[in-house]
């Protein structure tokens, strides 16, 4: 089995654990997953199996987009729900919907995050949550992501001293939902923390077709389970594509260097298609292709 899995990941699993699940159910070692989710975060989870594994980090190129709400009158130690209350300061009126969709639209494009100290991201070797979890604070570097869309898309709800209201996010690889959130909610000058949030799309895989680990165990008792498995090249979704000529495909699928004309920057990864399948990755040097990983 080789292919990609649009799995639905479920609150309360890690990511991981779907991953070893899903060995377990396809009797298989070969599987990895793109996009880490939090346990509480539901939706998209793209998975890759067999061979696909191979592309793994390709995976994350296409951008995401996101569901959420975020809430403003208190902060957490986590910027989302499941932290603890770090200060609240509740409002006397919530923004206006202009000033709201004003705030979000400051967003949209290339800006600056910092990753959350309850992140994966490593600093000198450890993650940054293993730091926060022993109390420490430490100097995070800022990094660039690009909002691609950001609305407002539900009304302002106001009660007891604090605002709410949903968003929809498209977004680069790399983004932290919750540090927008939060950000947004300084923007808006108030306290505030990512209160849900759900992944509609990665990868070009949507979370209308997305399949939960049950779904996918009944597909298998029932011989089904290859109809659910998308093919390599969702892997490859946000990479340059080029299709190669009959001697073009010989030399590179034998490690063989080709011509070509610069069609991205150099050392781009590029997808190499033959006949509509996906051959592999080749880096993009001064007008050359050169086998990076060769899948056929």
């Avoid at 899995?5 to 599987?31: C, H, M, P, Y």
């Avoid at 009126?93 to 494009?109: H, K, M, N, Y």
């Avoid at 610069?262 to 880096?283: K, M, P, W």
Wanted: include cysteine; charged fraction near 30%; aromatic fraction near 8%.
């Amino acid at each position: 089995m080789d292919g990609i899995l649009n799995v639905f990941k479920e609150a309360d699993w890690t990511s991981n654990d779907v991953v070893q699940k899903l060995r377990g159910i396809l009797k298989t070692k070969k599987v990895g997953h793109a996009g880490t989710l939090d346990p509480a975060v539901t939706g998209v989870l793209p998975v890759a199996v067999g061979k696909a594994t191979r592309l793994l980090e390709y995976m994350d190129t296409a951008g995401k987009v996101y569901k959420g709400e975020v809430t403003l009158g208190f902060s957490t130690e986590t910027e989302d729900a499941e932290g603890e209350v770090v200060e609240r300061k509740e409002l006397a009126a919530p923004p206006t919907e202009e000033e709201a969709d004003q705030a979000i639209l400051s967003f949209v494009g290339k800006i600056q995050q910092t990753p959350p100290m309850y992140s994966a991201v490593k600093i000198n070797g450890k993650k940054l949550y293993e730091y926060a979890r022993a109390g420490q604070v430490v100097e995070r570097p800022s990094r660039e992501v690009e909002i691609k869309k950001f609305v407002r898309t539900s009304d302002i709800e106001f009660e007891a001293g604090l605002a709410k209201f949903s968003f929809e996010v498209a977004c680069s690889k790399g983004t932290y939902i919750r540090t927008l959130a939060v950000d947004l909610a300084t923007k808006l000058g108030y306290l505030g923390h990512m209160s849900g949030l759900q992944r509609t799309m990665a990868n070009g895989l949507k979370i209308e077709a997305a399949k939960t680990l049950k779904e996918i165990e009944e597909a298998r008792d029932q011989g089904q389970l290859e109809e659910l498995f998308q093919p390599l090249f969702f892997a490859v979704e946000g990479l340059p594509k080029v299709e190669l000529t009959e001697s073009q495909f010989a030399d590179i699928r034998v490690g063989k260097k080709i011509e070509f004309e610069n069609i991205a920057e150099i050392d781009a990864n590029i997808a190499v298609f033959y006949r509509g399948a996906l051959v592999g990755i080749v880096l993009q040097r001064e007008n050359q292709l050169k086998p990076k990983k060769i899948l056929i």
